[in-house]
Each structure stands twice: as C-alpha cells, then as structure tokens.
C-alpha cells in the first residue's frame, strides 16, 4: 500500500534550519506551543533541554542537533557527506524539490553518516533528518546505510542509527524501493559478522524504513510517542473505514505488542547507547 | 497497438489473468501445500509449498488474489499479512535445510494495510524476510506475474534472478497512491504511472530484472511449458554458481549505483 505516509506541511522546513537562531534575551522570547500540553514553551529552554517540553514530549529534531546530543564533542568524522544522486526517473518537480530541501535544511541528503565516540566507545553512526523530505530514503540514503555497515565490517564496529522516515522516497520509484533489499542485505553481513546494532527509533518511522533497516537492529530503542509503523494511520483509517485504537502506533503501543526492546528518552540516550556499546565492546 | 504505463497498471490488474495457483497448478507436478507461520495463524493471501519442477523436488512460494469475489474476500485480495510473509520464511530456510531451490510468485497491490497487521508487526515481518532472503544458500528465482505493490512485493523478491511478465508492473508506490500524496488527486494516477517507471521495460533498463517475459499464449499450455523450460535452464545455471550468496549480495548493492554522483 502507501508507502510514504507522512508528508508534513511545507512550512516545517523552515523551522528545521542547521543550529537554533540564537534566542534574543531582551525583546518578547520566542515560544512554541507544545502539541501535547498546549503550553507556551520559550525556545531557549527547550533548546537547553535537547528540544523535549517540561511535559515530556519529544519535538523534532535535525540530524546535527541529534549528534551533537549523543556524541563525544569533536569526535564525529563524517563519511559519504558529498554523495548525491541527480533524479534518477525524471520525475517531475522532484530536482526543483531536491535543490529547495538542500537549501532550507543545508544538508546534501537525508540521512548523515560517520563515526564518533559515544562516551568514549567508538561507533559507526547514522543519523536520518527529519527536515530532509521527511528522512524518506532514495538512492542516496541507501547508498550511504549500506556503506556505512560495509565500513563497520571491515573495522569490526558497532553501528548506532538514529531512524526517522516517510519510508521509501517515492519520486525516485523503483529505484528506491530496492534500497530496502540493498540496505538489508548489508545490516545481515554486518550482523554474521557478530556486530552489534542498535536502533534508536524517532518519530515517526514508517514505511520501507520500518521494513528494511530500522527493524532489522540487535536492539531497538525507542524515542517516547514516536510514531512507528508500516502503513500510515491516515491509510489505515481510509481502507479499512474503521476508527483507530488509541494509542495506535506510539512507541508505548509498540512496545506492549513486543516489537521494542526499550523506550528510552532523550536524556538518557547517550548513557543508555554508551553502555550497550561498552557491555559488546568487551570494555569496561 | 500503443500502451501507456496506466493500462498496462490496468492490465495488470485484471482479475482474467493467471493468478499464483494457475502457476503453481500448471508448471509443476505434486505439489503439497504447507500451511502456517508456526507464530500466529495461516495466511491465505500466500500459498508454500513443496512440488516437482520437471522431476526436481523445489519449493514454491506465491500470493494468490483469488478470482471470484468469494475467492478474492479469502485471500485478502492477495494482501498479505505478517503470519504470510513469516509463513514464506518458514518455508524458505526449510528450503535451504533440504537444498531445494525456492521459486516466488508475487502478485500483491501491497502488504496488508490494517490495524492487525500492524500489531502483529508488519514491517519486522518484512525486514526478516528482505535480511534471511539475501543469504538463504539455495537458489531463488522471483517471478512477478501481476501487481509488484512494493515492500509488501519486495519481501518475496529478493532473488538471484528477478523476472516480469510483460504486463506485470512493479513501484514503490501505486500510482493513485503517488498522485493523491504529490498532487492532492488520486485521477493524476495516469501521470502518476507514467512517473514512477513501474513497467517491465522501466524495471529492466533500471537494472531491478533480469528478463521480461512475453506474454504470449498467456495461461496456456505452450506459455507454461516454455516458462518450465526457462526456470529449470535457469536452476542448472544457478547450482553451478559457487557463490551463490555473494552474487545475490552484488545484485542488490548494485541498485542505483548507476545515480550516484560524488
């Protein structure tokens, strides 16, 4: 069915800029209302606060902020970082699409690759941006996973990944779709290598993300109220004309059902990934 | 007689043409159904088993639509839930304790899309069957005879050879699908079709299959016994690959290479 099902509204492209506008003490701070609380939060705590609300709800956050958050300062060595693929299909609109996502989100592609230190454990790690066309995975996002647990065979390392995706990038058709079966393949070297990888799954992943990579990890994290699934709930509710249970798709639920190993919020995500990395590493 | 990308869509979805039992019924002897995931349930929308591929013992794995309204309501209109895509694994890694090829018929608009499926963890299923399939040590052929509806396709299609009857179309995405997310309009599908390169020929030059197969005496008998011809050449060829599960991973790496700049 759908594979791509959440499209956001164009205008959150333009909040997902690279790093926070620096916040003006003097005149009226800027808020944002938090979808879960409806409170007023000031930007420059949630900022402060890896962009989670008092409340506890998880906002959205872009792949640079996320490695800065869980990575050792100055560690991160990216990989890939020019990779790019024109428009494989000629589909329409979708080299315009392209150049006017690169130039709000001033990242070539959707996902960023490298390695780093998590609290002095050295990992390979992948980070998707959820302002890069809704992490939705082309032929570029493939290329750069598969590479990247290509790498971490040959230096035997663990892979951490951070997932956020529509699913498969639709304007790039079939093309895409065989990301899926590229990747996978790669995760399964990677994994009878006797390597660990674990997923941090964020909101939302979906589509040919969930059933490729993102589902395929040792261990499967999750952020808290993340949106997990294949289909889309929007689909779900228009094919099968039934009223969703509530609840439906959150990492909660997910977990209920047995498809998580854990839910884990972002303050305690660098602790969490930095022991189960030490706990395969042999380290101490 | 010219076609558009639309009505080969429609074509394709034509409930006269052969469906996954016409294949499995015509192109083998004895074949023994198994039933079942061993997890959860049995999913009608994918019929496995074992059968003879002119005297060799194979496994044969295909999603079957149904045809009669009565038939298709059983099969879930040949959208299959995880219990199906776990019950192909089940029957798949039997294959490979046995050393029997596996031959895939796909045939799906999609996986299904339903509050159930979900739970019971539609995307794992997928992804287990996308990971097992690129290092199962026996021969796969894949074979889309109509509707190749993305993932839910895929989790049948990762195969040493791939191949698409002429008529058969394979995407991402269904073209009404495409239309109504990009252009707010589900009629745009016709644009749609002709945007995703969903048809054989789109699939062969994209290098996604290995052959496109004719459709010549479709459902009959010369249609048949060519394609038994064609899988058991094929099956010899494979068996002298000595390294099966490494060619396998160099078809899939390959996909989109050809896109890729810097």
């Known amino acids: 069915m759908a594979f791509i099902n959440f499209i956001k509204p164009k205008n959150q492209l333009e909040e997902g800029g690279r790093t926070a506008a620096p916040v003006q003490e003097d005149a009226g701070e800027p808020e944002k209302t938090c979808p879960n609380c409806r409170k007023a939060i000031p930007l420059s705590r949630l900022w402060a606060n890896h962009l989670v609300c008092p409340c506890g709800c998880h906002f959205r956050m872009n792949a640079r902020q996320r490695l800065a958050m869980v990575t050792d300062p100055g560690s991160f060595r990216e990989l890939y970082a020019d990779l790019t693929a024109g428009n494989p299909l000629d589909f329409p609109g979708y080299g315009e699409k392209l150049a006017t996502v690169r130039n709000a989100s001033g990242e070539k592609e959707g996902v960023i690759c490298g390695t780093a230190a998590i609290d002095g454990q050295k990992c390979c790690l992948f980070v998707m941006d959820p302002y890069f066309m809704m992490g939705s995975m082309g032929s570029v996002v493939g290329e750069k996973i598969t590479r990247l647990f290509e790498y971490a065979v040959e230096r035997r390392l663990s892979v951490v990944g951070f997932t956020v995706s529509g699913g498969a990038r639709m304007q790039e058709g079939l093309v895409s779709l065989m990301q899926m079966a590229k990747t996978s393949a790669a995760v399964k070297r990677h994994s009878d290598a006797g390597l660990l990888y674990v997923a941090v799954l964020t909101d939302p992943t979906t589509g040919g993300v969930t059933a490729s990579f993102a589902m395929e990890a040792d261990i499967l994290l999750a952020e808290p109220g993340a949106t997990i699934g294949f289909a889309g709930a929007r689909v779900i509710e228009q094919t099968t004309r039934k009223s969703l249970p509530k609840g439906f798709q959150t990492a909660e639920s997910v977990l209920q059902h047995g498809f998580l190993d854990s839910i884990v919020p972002r303050s305690g995500q660098k602790q969490m990934l930095s022991e189960l990395l030490r706990l395969h590493n042999g380290g101490v | ?262």
């Not at chain 2, 639309?6 to 192109?27: C, E, F, M, Q, W």
């Not at chain 2, 038939?71 to 299959?80: H, Y």
């Not at chain 2, 990971?131 to 509707?147: A, F, H, K, R």
């Open chain 2, 1 to 262: 007689m010219s076609q558009t990308p639309y009505s080969i869509v429609k074509k394709a979805r034509d409930n006269t043409r052969p469906t996954g039992l016409d294949y499995i019924h015509n192109l083998f002897q004895g074949f023994v159904e198994l039933h079942g995931d061993r997890r959860f349930g049995d999913d009608a929308a994918i019929v496995g088993g074992i059968a003879r591929l002119e005297g060799l013992p194979v496994t044969v794995i295909a999603i079957e639509k149904g045809r009669t309204a009565k038939e298709r309501s059983f099969r879930n209109f040949g959208a299959p839930n995880p219990e199906g895509y776990r019950k192909a694994l089940r029957l798949m890694k039997q294959a490979e304790k046995f050393g029997r090829p596996v031959i895939c018929f796909i045939d799906t608009s999609g996986a299904c899309c339903g509050v159930e499926a979900e739970e019971r963890g539609q995307g794992l299923a997928i992804a287990e069957n996308l990971m097992e399939m690129t290092t199962l040590c026996v021969p796969v052929i894949s074979v889309l005879i109509g509707e190749g509806g993305s993932g839910g396709a895929l989790a049948l299609g990762v195969a040493d050879r791939v191949w698409m009857l002429e008529n058969a179309v394979y995407s991402v995405i269904s073209p009404e699908g495409c239309a109504s997310i990009l252009w707010k309009d589900a009629a745009k599908a016709e644009t749609a079709a002709a945007s995703l390169k969903l048809t054989a020929q789109d699939a062969k030059d994209l290098g996604v299959i290995d052959e496109i197969l004719s459709e010549e005496n479709l459902g009959k008998q010369p249609f048949y016994q060519g394609l038994r011809s064609r899988l058991s050449r094929t099956l010899t060829e494979l068996a002298g690959d000595e390294d099966l599960v490494g060619s396998r991973y160099a078809r899939f790496r390959r996909m989109g290479a050809q896109f890729l700049q810097g």
